[in-house]
């Protein structure tokens, strides 16, 4: 039975290559734990960011983990589908 444990993060709305390193810190702090990525307030995801969180759904999918992106805007979608993605291809688990 894994741990009842979550964690959320709310993504900043400019994610650029500079805020890719502090993202991936963030993130290794939860693994392990059921994570929920917000990402209403995004205005502008680089390609960096992006590999971040598809990095790290693929980790949380190995780890049996839960990995969510809640609530994505219309720039995080729209970025998203401009490199052939969707918000789906960032979630795992049971969501």
């Not at 590999?51 to 219309?74: K, N, Y």
């Not at 729209?78 to 979630?91: I, K, R």
């Amino acid at each position: 039975m894994k741990p009842s444990q979550s964690e959320s993060v709310t993504l900043s709305p400019v994610l650029d290559i500079t805020a890719a390193t502090p993202l991936v810190a963030e993130l290794v702090k939860m693994r392990g734990k059921d994570v929920t990525v917000h990402a209403a307030a995004v205005e502008k995801i680089g390609a960096q960011c992006i590999q971040v969180l598809l990095s790290a759904a693929a980790t949380w999918s190995h780890d049996g983990m839960e990995f969510e992106v809640a609530e994505p805007s219309e720039a995080f979608s729209e970025s998203l589908q401009t490199m052939g993605l969707e918000v789906a291809d960032m979630s795992v688990g049971n969501v």
